[in-house]
């Protein structure tokens, strides 16, 4: 089956296989997430544009296996605006999340259309949210162990990360971006920069000896991510307490991380974190 806009990466074992399945830029490059078991589907996050989550939606059902759950991991519009290519099925995510999301959703979809005003049915019309509580902890995924883990204050206030722990797999969505800009436009709730916590979140990681990481954004990867993703944390929180701001903050990291995919996310940032702020 060929597609016109999502692309499709796969890890494979014995008994588990991860569908990582990519919007195009102008989808942000984000990433759901398909784990496949002998029986089921599992699906994290859902994409952003109605086009690509429409291919993503018909990619899952040419796998021939009931999509069991939807979990959501974070309030980005970017990771939940296709459950709209969903509806009906059990979509879940932390109450903090669906919490977020309700309170956002009208204006989030109201705004994104806005900036597609010659080609507005890109943005899903129907608004699809998860209403499903989700716990942390571990689970049994036909016969995998998957262990759930709520991450707060990091590249939001907080996100899901799915652990494949037997397989040496790590659903990081976007605690890790690949050749991508990350987004860091998100304060802590004491109202400071997200970045220490979120290096320590990735450092963490790294100990764990994992073989595969998938990102929130750009290629699956594995463990030479961490040092890459702490570095480029590092020296953006070094340029922001230095004082740089809007295109002098943007060009410092492009200089500096040139090639990367996914520009809009650095004025995102510089948005979030110095224009919106102080409105």
């Known amino acids: 089956m060929s597609f016109n806009f999502i692309n ?19 989808g942000e490059m984000v990433n759901a997430q398909i784990i496949e078991t002998p ?17 993503l939606k018909l990619y899952i059902d040419s796998l021939n296996k009931p999509l069991d759950k939807i979990l959501i991991s974070h309030h980005h519009p970017d990771h939940w605006f296709g459950a709209a290519s969903f509806e009906g099925y059990p979509i879940s995510a932390f109450p903090e999340v669906i919490g977020i999301i309700n309170a956002l959703a009208d204006y989030l979809l109201g705004y994104h259309r806005s900036l597609h005003p010659d080609t507005p049915d890109v943005i899903p019309s129907n608004k699809v949210l998860p209403t499903i509580p989700l716990e942390e ?27 494949i722990p037997d397989h040496k797999i790590l659903l990081a969505q976007d605690l890790v971006y690949n050749k991508a800009y990350p987004y860091f436009g998100e304060r802590t709730q004491a109202g400071e920069y997200g970045f220490d916590n979120w290096i320590a979140v ?9 073989e595969h ?5 750009g290629d699956p990867t594995d463990l030479s991510i961490i040092p890459t993703m702490v570095g ?21 990291i492009k200089a ?18 110095f224009v919106f702020q102080n409105q």
């Open 202 to 210: 990735l450092e963490s990681f790294a100990a764990k000896g994992y």
């Open 8 to 26: 499709i990466k796969k890890i494979e074992n014995e008994a588990v296989t991860i569908h990582c399945v990519q919007a195009p830029e102008d």
């Open 213 to 217: 990481i998938l990102p929130g954004h």
């Open 232 to 252: 480029y944390l590092n020296f953006a929180k070094a340029k922001v307490n230095e004082g740089l701001r809007g295109e002098d903050l943007i060009n410092s």
């Open 39 to 55: 029986n089921k589907l599992l699906l994290i996050d859902t994409l952003q544009l109605k086009p690509h989550a429409d291919e």
């Open 137 to 163: 902890g571990s689970i049994d995924f036909d016969g995998i162990t998957i262990n759930l883990q709520k991450v707060y204050e990091t590249e939001c206030p907080v996100n899901l990360v799915v652990e």
């Open 256 to 273: 500096e991380y040139p090639g990367y995919g996914l520009e809009l996310t650095l004025h995102m940032s510089n948005y979030m974190l």
